[in-house]
């Protein structure tokens, strides 16, 4: 499958005086398979070293970071000379040794001419006491599952994705059916790879699911493996509570929610715990959409979801049966799968800040709302072919945004700045804004 990051790895290769990058993001997303294919396809030879029980390459490590000295140990670890011009060097699981993160500053430092793409899980990489961050050395990438459009090019439909890319809107409502089919099947398979490339293997419901349950449950393991005791229960705890703080109709997040009579200072380890590692996004108020729009951050209000689509389905135990009944899976759980598809589509956007905004008495609240260039947006989510949306009449009367935005499976149409843009195209959403 193709993965829109190699064109992100492609543009480091090429850039002057790039550093050692590190691919960022939660277990299972494709770091390993990113890394490798970027290196056969670009590279003439790769030397990966994982350091995931791998004591040959912990041991070298606990010596100096002399990098000719540990260059020498990567050779005799990969069985062939390392040059600069033709090699890519891979640490994987990085986070399982400390001091290759500290190395890479010396990398850069002295041998700026080698290429090295590092990942790791970020429930690993920030947290060593004892040794140093390279702060400053290296470039950072982060890796989410796959968008809805590498999803219609996993599965083939290239047609399809090339005519969502060209903005072909009438073209587009001839074959919406065709859409409106592939985005229900990508609501309940998710974009983990694993699960997407079993389901192009296989095309079986029922195997996606237990592959997504055996993802769940190896991230449950990781709790305990990873963090101290006395933490494990209260991130368990959070973890379990996320789908239903999302069926709520007021979807900010409660902690009380989580356990009776529980504040923020109870679970915020827990929380940071689940963010860094890339299982939960939090998605922040602002108090008002001005500019600059971090200023007007509530800190204090968000809302989280969860990493997959898929992911929040098997959580909830989402039937099958769902994707059979007209448009059914967007309006289970009072439009969680809807609101929870548009935001993991946004976090495949490099460079788009994501909030949401509600009034003070929180009975007016808009899904999201996004900053492209200098425009601040608000984007209603409407999990059904009804556009009546209250909330958004109010933001649009009090601030009289430029542009406002209803996503839903309603035809594209564009009125006074307001658009309407279907769920299946809402990844486009800078392309079709800066082409009207």
């Keep these: 499958m193709r993965r829109k990051a190699i064109n992100e790895l492609i543009d480091w290769k090429n850039k002057k005086g790039h550093k050692p990058i590190i691919i960022q993001g939660a277990r299972q997303v494709g770091k390993t398979w990113l890394m490798q294919e970027f290196g056969k396809t670009q590279y003439k030879q790769i030397a990966y070293i994982n350091f995931d029980s791998n004591d040959r390459m912990l041991n070298l490590f606990s010596g100096d970071l002399n990098v000719q000295r540990l260059l020498t140990g990567f050779e005799l670890e990969v069985g062939f000379k390392i040059n600069s011009k033709d090699t890519l060097i891979i640490f994987d699981e990085i986070q399982e040794c400390p001091k290759a993160i500290t190395s890479l500053k010396y990398f850069n430092e002295n041998v700026p001419e080698f290429d090295i793409v590092a990942a790791g899980s970020l429930l690993g990489v920030a947290h060593h006491e004892g040794t140093g961050f390279p702060v400053g050395k290296v470039e950072f990438m982060d890796l989410y599952p796959l968008s809805f459009d590498e999803f219609l090019g996993a599965l083939g439909e290239e047609q399809l994705l090339e005519l969502a890319q060209?903005?072909?809107?009438?073209?587009?409502?001839?074959?919406?059916?065709?859409?409106?089919?592939?985005?229900?099947?990508?609501?309940?398979?998710?974009?983990?790879?694993?699960?997407?490339?079993?389901?192009?293997?296989?095309?079986?419901?029922?195997?996606?699911?237990?592959?997504?349950?055996?993802?769940?449950?190896?991230?449950?393991?990781?709790?305990?493996?990873?963090?101290?005791?006395?933490?494990?229960?209260?991130?368990?705890?959070?973890?379990?509570?996320?789908?239903?703080?999302?069926?709520?109709?007021?979807?900010?997040?409660?902690?009380?929610?989580?356990?009776?009579?529980?504040?923020?200072?109870?679970?915020?380890?827990?929380?940071?715990?689940?963010?860094?590692?890339?299982?939960?996004?939090?998605?922040?108020?602002?108090?008002k959409p001005a500019l600059p729009i971090t200023a007007y951050e509530d800190f204090d209000a968000f809302k989280l979801f969860i990493l997959d689509i898929g992911l929040l389905g098997a959580l909830t135990n989402l039937e099958t049966k769902t994707l059979l009944e007209g448009n059914k899976i967007f309006v289970e759980f009072k439009g969680a799968i809807a609101e929870q598809y548009v935001l993991q589509q946004f976090k495949t956007i490099k460079d788009l800040p994501i909030f949401y905004w509600s009034n003070e008495t929180s009975r007016s609240e808009i899904d999201f709302v996004i900053q492209i260039d200098s425009k601040v947006i608000p984007i209603e989510v409407k999990s059904t072919t009804n556009l009546k949306a209250k909330s958004l009449k109010i933001y649009r009367e009090k601030y009289k945004p430029e542009i406002s935005i209803r996503t839903s499976l309603t035809d594209y149409k564009e009125d006074e700045g307001l658009y309407n843009i279907p769920l299946y195209l809402i990844e486009m959403i800078k392309a079709i804004i800066s082409a009207n």
């Design 166 to 287: 060209k903005q072909d809107f009438q073209m587009i409502k001839i074959f919406k059916d065709k859409f409106e089919n592939l985005i229900k099947q990508y609501c309940y398979i998710g974009g983990m790879p694993a699960v997407v490339q079993d389901f192009v293997n296989n095309r079986d419901f029922n195997a996606v699911r237990a592959i997504q349950k055996e993802i769940i449950t190896a991230y449950e393991k990781d709790f305990s493996k990873h963090i101290p005791a006395n933490t494990v229960e209260k991130i368990r705890m959070l973890w379990n509570s996320i789908p239903s703080q999302l069926t709520k109709e007021n979807k900010k997040f409660i902690y009380n929610a989580v356990r009776k009579g529980a504040r923020a200072k109870d679970f915020e380890t827990a929380l940071s715990w689940l963010a860094n590692c890339g299982l939960v996004y939090k998605v922040n108020r602002i108090k």
